[in-house]
């Protein structure tokens, strides 16, 4: 981070209930982005990047779900970010992961459990940045410009039979 002054930044999302991903904002749900909230934001933020990465795919170790940047500076993130290189209606820029210039949430395998992190950075600058973007690419571009960072986990499990509730 930029500043030892900055407060502490902490995020919250409804989309994740006592530790557990909410259905509808995953791969086996609407797979809509969720809304997130962001406690302690500094004034001097002026765009917001977010990413969701699952910790745990068996494959890759880590696997990027979603990447998004320049997301207005604000102590919410809205639910629903539309598909696109650009979110319609905003200068939301999404770039490539599991979801092309979009959200992917969570979808494991059947009868798996995997754990996943959102990730807000708050900074202090617009960025000028690709739309064919990963995440490694928004990492480099934000380097020293990174204000705050917050992190939120959940877990997510795909049930062996459609439509029956995991326990």
Not at 1 to 15: E, F, V
Not at 17 to 30: K, L, N, Q, S
């Amino acid at each position: 981070m930029n500043s030892p002054q900055a407060t502490q930044l902490t995020l919250s999302s409804d989309c994740i209930d006592d530790g557990r991903f909410r259905t509808r904002y995953t791969g086996r749900g609407e797979d809509v982005s969720p809304e997130l909230r962001l406690y302690g934001l500094d004034v001097r933020v002026k765009t917001l990047a977010v990413a969701l990465e699952d910790l745990t795919h068996p494959l890759f170790g880590t696997m990027t779900h979603w990447v998004a940047w320049n997301i207005p500076a604000s102590e919410l993130i809205p639910e629903a970010i539309r598909p696109g290189r650009i979110s319609p209606g905003t200068e939301i820029v999404q770039g490539i992961a599991y979801g092309l210039h979009r959200y992917r949430g969570p979808k494991p395998p059947r009868g798996t459990t995997h754990t996943y992190r959102f990730t807000v950075y708050a900074l202090d600058t617009v960025l000028r940045l690709s739309d064919r973007s990963r995440l490694p690419g928004l990492k480099r571009a934000i380097a020293g410009h990174v204000l705050q960072q917050a992190e939120l986990f959940g877990t997510y499990e795909s049930c062996l039979r459609p439509r029956s509730p995991c326990t």
